[in-house]
């Protein structure tokens, strides 16, 4: 399985906002739900949105009403719509999926997302 690449990362201002994308393969999304997480400095990787293949989304806690997941099946694109940022969610972002068992698929670089004022 190839690495996933994730993108759009950067640096914003508390309050702003920013979209990832990840490039994901259709068979695999066909059998596993994919996702973004993120790890902070110092801290664990955590679980911010997950997707099916027929829509149906989870979200954190912390991010609910604020982010927004999504794919283009034409485009093989997932997304990350990030609104009303605050520092708290400073961290590097990654696409992945979960199978089954609970095993991820290989982790890419991840995407920077840098909230500072």
């Known amino acids: 399985q190839e690495q996933l690449v994730e993108s759009g990362g950067g640096l914003v201002q508390p309050g702003g906002s920013l979209t990832l994308s990840c490039i994901i393969q259709p068979i695999i999304f066909r059998f596993w739900p994919m996702g973004w997480y993120r790890q902070a400095p110092g801290k664990q990787r955590e679980l911010v949105a997950t997707?099916?293949?027929?829509?149906?989304?989870n979200y954190a806690e912390s991010v609910k009403d604020r982010f927004t997941i999504s794919t283009n099946n034409a485009k093989n694109t997932m997304y990350l719509q990030m609104n009303n940022l605050t520092p708290e969610d400073t961290a590097v972002y990654y696409c992945?999926?979960?199978?089954?068992?609970?095993?991820?698929?290989?982790w890419g670089q991840g995407t920077q997302v840098t909230v500072s004022s």
């Open positions: 997707i099916t293949s027929s829509g149906v989304t």
């Open positions: 992945n999926f979960k199978k089954g068992n609970g095993d991820f698929g290989p």
